[in-house]
């Protein structure tokens, strides 16, 4: 994709979406911690999307903002659709475009009545954001064709520094309606837990095929541990993260504090 050059003329959705790319895909090194975090996610997304889907495969890109994942699965050769709120991100994206196909779908993705159209649905850090998870991945499952899959990546409910509410111990979810899918760490609702993920994905009838969970506080940065970054190389931080991912699953669940999930339809 094309790197930009920040104007001065551009609304505050794209500066604000350049911030972000400038940590995500242009090596700013200013929040280092979320660059490894972005990274990783990143990785995990491509793998899996690579490992059931060959080009040319029909992915849908859910709230996909500045549109990166939209356009890194382009270039690989998969039909893509964006969809996010903020319409005017479409120009923004536009102008970040090399090759592939790409189109474009704005609104909100429950009202735009897509159904058995996908072989992949991506949902990258989206499912946090909605009042009622469980309806949210219904209809999600509703848009794959027989057979395809979800990819959904969300901040793990139980990583030992979640304070957020468990969704299936709330009475009434109907209470976070009113700000629901607002942007970045403010606007999160719920974070799911491991049983959580488990018992929505029955009630959808999905099933899951693999679960990872990803990025320790060193990779994130968490912990006052960003203080160490000028003092250690990207090999030992990513060695780090490896060994992480290779300790039992109990633990995994209460240091890492991402979660990368493959659905089956």
Same mark, same amino acid.
């Given at each position: 994709m094309k790197k930009l050059t920040p104007e001065s003329s551009w609304t505050d959705s794209w500066k604000s979406s350049y911030s972000y790319d400038l940590l995500e895909i242009y090596g700013d090194k200013s929040c280092k911690g979320y660059a490894y975090a972005y990274a990783n996610r990143c990785r995990h997304i491509l793998e899996l999307i690579k490992k059931v889907a060959k080009p040319e495969a029909k992915i849908l890109d859910v709230a996909a903002a500045q549109g990166n994942f939209s356009l890194m699965l382009a270039e690989l050769g998969y039909e893509v659709i964006w969809n996010d709120l903020r319409e005017d991100l479409i120009d923004y994206v536009k102008l970040k475009w090399e090759y592939g196909t790409i189109n474009y779908a704005p609104g909100n993705i429950l009202s735009l009545g897509f159904d058995s159209e996908f072989d992949v649905v991506l949902i990258a850090e989206v499912i946090e954001h909605v009042a009622h998870?469980?309806?949210? #991945?219904k209809k999600i499952a509703h848009m794959v064709k027989p057979g395809g899959y979800i990819v959904m990546t969300t901040p793990n409910g139980e990583y030992f520094q979640n304070r957020l509410p468990k969704f299936s111990e709330c009475p009434d979810p109907s209470q976070f309606e009113s700000i629901q899918f607002q942007p970045n760490s403010d606007g999160h609702i719920f974070l799911l837990h491991l049983d959580e993920i488990e018992l929505l994905s029955?009630?959808?009838? #999905?099933?899951?095929?693999?679960i990872l969970f990803f990025n320790n506080p060193l990779t994130n940065g968490y912990l006052k541990l960003r203080t160490l970054f000028p003092l250690i190389s990207d090999n030992w931080i990513n060695a780090c993260e490896k060994f992480t991912g290779s300790l039992p699953l109990i633990l995994q669940r209460k240091i890492h504090n991402s979660i990368v999930v493959l659905l089956s339809c």
């Open positions: 998870p469980d309806d949210f #991945l029955q009630q959808t009838n #999905l099933s899951i095929l693999k």
